[in-house]
C-alpha cells in the first residue's frame, strides 16, 4: 500500500514560477523511475519529465530548459520546479512513480491523485 500526493499547484501569470513537490508514503521498499506528467482538457496525459533512481532525466521537449525534476531517494519524493511558464502549461500535473512495497517486492506503478496548474493573464 503506497500513496502519492502531490503539493505545490495553483494560478500563475506567465513567465512566473512553480514548485511542484509529491511525497510517496506506505511500505515502500525502494523507488524507482519517478515523474511528472500532465493532462489538459480534452487532451492525452502526456510525459512533462522523469527521473530514475540514479538521477538520470528526461524532459518533454516543450519544457526543456524551463523545468528541472529531482528526487530525494531517502524520502521517497520527487519534484517539479516549473520557470518561465506559459499558457499551454496549464493542466492537471499527477506525480507517478515506480514503487517496490515491502511485501510483494515487485515493481507497480502509481499515480498520485493530481494537482492544478493554472497560467493565465
Known amino acids: 500500500q503506497v500513496q502519492l500526493v502531490e503539493s505545490g499547484g495553483g494560478l500563475v501569470q506567465p513567465g512566473g514560477s512553480l514548485r511542484l513537490s509529491c511525497a510517496a508514503s506506505?511500505?515502500?521498499?525502494?523507488?524507482?523511475?519517478m515523474g511528472w506528467y500532465r493532462q489538459a482538457p480534452g487532451k492525452d496525459r502526456e510525459m512533462v519529465a522523469t527521473?530514475?533512481?540514479?538521477?538520470?532525466?528526461n524532459y518533454a521537449d516543450s519544457v526543456k530548459g524551463r523545468f528541472t525534476i529531482s528526487r530525494d531517494n531517502a524520502k521517497n519524493t520527487v519534484s517539479l520546479q516549473m520557470n518561465s511558464l506559459k499558457v499551454e502549461d496549464t493542466a492537471v500535473y499527477y506525480c507517478?512513480?515506480?514503487?517496490?512495497?515491502?511485501?510483494?517486492?515487485?515493481?507497480?506503478?502509481?499515480w498520485g491523485q493530481g494537482t492544478q496548474v493554472t497560467v493565465s493573464s
Open positions: 506506505g511500505r515502500i521498499f525502494i523507488s524507482n523511475v
Open positions: 507517478n512513480a515506480d514503487i517496490s512495497d515491502i511485501g510483494s517486492y515487485r515493481l507497480i506503478n502509481y
Open positions: 527521473i530514475t533512481r540514479g538521477g538520470a532525466t
